[in-house]
């Protein structure tokens, strides 16, 4: 006899209601345990156990997010909340109600269902109920994953969900449905609070779908800010770090440091209280990763671990994390218990006492390192400067410059300004020091050969920046960018801090890079500047 998952009458009647089952013999599985998911998600194509206990599963076609593919529905209650353009595009209610429809439809189709029910937000105060609704084990692990796991009484009392998830990735949109452009649609609806998931079974989606909520409700409800960060804090003196970035800057390899307690890796709110992870969980890339350069997140790969298009050897099970033939976006999701450091529960009472903006410069020009000034922080928060790196998104083969505002734009709901405002007037409450740290290329740029900061000299700087040594050092100034870089740091050679003597070519062909990089910054601030203070204005690189 098939073991079946206890789910409450209540709960099950709900999604056979919504879906329109009737008594179809369907297997729907609510929170089931990572085992049983284990055994449903061998019957789907290409998974299998590693050597090491984790599942590997794939994700078809797309191995990374369809931000061309993100819509946010038209409606009166968040019409005019919803920063309208290329991050969120407009999705008519008729296509709305045609693709829930198209996903019910898939959905009802199925032998087996999963229901994850499970929190978004650590902090009591201010977290919301999720349901997901999916068809593949894969997609419900990872959602049990990454999100916080509710307790057997919170689960038996869980009610209704304040958002819910319709994933019916393996089905394509209509691209005859009015406003589709492909067979791949993520639609959002705030009145309803509800999402429907077409044409991707990439299952980042569905983590970065909630982001956006979180994004809309935290800020327009509670007044709380919602942040694209990392954050830990130290054992000892309990202070707080937040780390901006967009993926593959160093978010996760960062924040899990041995010698401070993790508090997340990914999605963070900033409230009255303090800091509070969004998630339960973390989504590490695993291109290049080994024991010896991030050991907490290379022993996290374990039995419960989901790893997304990895290549791995067909006898041994063994993963061969250099190899990148099918995405340079592989990754794993784990529970953000598996990292030994991790704070549970995920929020600190604390506010944060240093910022760190993080970016991964492809073109060589910015320091490892530098001091920002208040106003500083404003333009490289609102700026976001990063380069995207291959594999994080659909079409990204190779490092390119890119402007994300707030270090987090495809997620964004509101207009930046009303994040960086946000963010300014806590660091100003807080008293916080902010930091510029470069996790990219040096040298030379990453066309003309130059390499990445070694991880090992990124972390000496981060703990000159904890012991407060930093913040004391003896800084010179970095022409144009105006960016007060430090003169030595312990552990990190001196040539290295300072990009204008440590360039190939010398010091006349990075300053030719510097104006290219700095006209760059320019023009993208341009569509801030009617609502940005002369101050910050003047903040970015001197032309």
Same mark, same amino acid.
């Not at 997609?139 to 990454?146: D, E, G, R, W």
């Not at 791949?184 to 956006?212: D, H, P, R, S, W």
């Not at 033939?325 to 604390?350: D, Q």
């Not at 390119?400 to 960086?420: D, I, N, R, V």
């Given at each position: 006899?098939?073991v079946r998952n206890k789910i409450p009458i209540s709960a099950q009647e709900s999604i056979r209601a919504e879906l329109s089952l009737g008594e179809e013999v369907v297997t729907i599985r609510r929170n089931a345990p990572a085992a049983l998911l284990y055994e449903d998600a061998l019957h789907e194509s290409r998974t299998t156990i590693a050597s090491s206990g984790a599942l590997i599963a794939f994700s078809g076609n797309k191995t990374g997010r369809s931000p061309r593919d993100k819509r946010i529905v038209d409606e009166p209650s968040s019409r005019n909340h919803i920063w309208w353009g290329p991050v969120n595009r407009k999705c008519s209610e008729k296509t709305w109600l045609v693709n829930r429809e198209r996903a019910a439809d898939f959905l009802r189709t199925r032998d087996h ?36 796991? +509710? ?5 038996? #009392? ?8 319709? #994933?019916?990735?393996?089905? +394509? ?123 907490? /997140? ?36 784990? +529970? ?17 006492? #240093? ?43 190779? +490092? ?64 000159? /920046? ?23 740091? #312990? ?53």
């Amino acid at each position: 006899m098939p073991v079946r998952n206890k789910i409450p009458i209540s709960a099950q009647e709900s999604i056979r209601a919504e879906l329109s089952l009737g008594e179809e013999v369907v297997t729907i599985r609510r929170n089931a345990p990572a085992a049983l998911l284990y055994e449903d998600a061998l019957h789907e194509s290409r998974t299998t156990i590693a050597s090491s206990g984790a599942l590997i599963a794939f994700s078809g076609n797309k191995t990374g997010r369809s931000p061309r593919d993100k819509r946010i529905v038209d409606e009166p209650s968040s019409r005019n909340h919803i920063w309208w353009g290329p991050v969120n595009r407009k999705c008519s209610e008729k296509t709305w109600l045609v693709n829930r429809e198209r996903a019910a439809d898939f959905l009802r189709t199925r032998d087996h269902l999963y229901i994850v029910d499970a929190y978004a937000g650590w902090d009591p105060r201010y977290r919301i109920k999720i349901r997901v609704v999916c068809a593949r084990a894969y997609h419900a692990l990872f959602m049990t994953n990454m999100l916080i796991r +509710p307790t057997a009484e919170e689960l038996q #009392n869980f009610g209704e969900p304040d958002f819910t998830v319709w #994933n019916a990735g393996q089905f +394509p949109a209509n691209t005859h449905t009015d406003g589709m452009t492909s067979k791949t649609t993520i639609e959002i609806n705030f009145a309803k609070m509800e999402m429907v998931i077409l044409g991707t079974e990439y299952a980042g989606e569905m983590k970065k779908g909630i982001f956006t909520v979180m994004f809309y409700l935290m800020p327009i409800k509670h007044n709380v800010l919602t942040l694209h960060s990392s954050a830990n804090q130290g054992i000892q003196d309990e202070d707080v770090t937040l780390f901006f970035g967009l993926s593959g800057t160093g978010k996760t390899t960062l924040s899990a440091d041995p010698a401070r307690r993790l508090i997340g890796d990914d999605e963070h709110c900033w409230s009255d209280h303090g800091v509070f992870n969004i998630e339960g969980g973390c989504y590490a890339k695993c291109v290049g990763l080994s024991e010896a350069k991030e050991p907490e /997140i290379f022993h996290a790969i374990k039995f419960g671990s989901i790893l997304e298009n990895v290549a791995y050897d067909p006898l041994t099970r063994e993963v061969d994390y250099e190899d990148c033939e099918i995405t340079e976006n592989t990754r794993c999701a784990y +529970p953000i218990e598996f990292i030994p450091s991790a704070k549970i529960p995920c929020l600190a009472n604390e506010h944060p006492k #240093n910022i760190v903006l993080l970016t991964c410069d492809a073109s060589g020009v910015l320091p490892p390192v530098s001091k920002l000034t208040p106003a500083q922080v404003m333009y490289h928060f609102i700026s976001g400067y990063t380069s995207k790196v291959a594999g994080t998104e659909e079409g990204v083969t190779e +490092p390119e410059a890119t402007f994300s505002s707030c270090f987090g734009q495809p997620f964004l709901a509101l207009h930046p300004l009303k994040y960086a405002t946000m963010l300014a007037e806590k660091m100003q409450q807080h008293s916080a020091d902010a930091w510029l740290l470069n996790t990219g290329w040096t040298g030379a740029s990453f066309v003309a050969g130059g390499k990445r900061c070694p991880l090992k000299c990124t972390r000496a700087i981060l703990d000159a /920046i904890h012991d407060g040594s930093l913040a004391k050092a003896k800084y010179e100034t970095l022409t144009t960018f105006n960016l007060q870089v430090p003169c030595h740091i #312990n552990n990190v050679p001196d040539q290295l801090l300072n990009p204008a003597r440590n360039w190939a070519d010398g010091e006349a062909h990075y300053q030719k890079a510097v104006r290219s990089l700095g006209k760059l910054f320019v023009t993208n601030f341009k569509k801030y500047a009617d609502q940005a203070t002369t101050e910050v204005l003047s903040a970015g690189p001197l032309m």
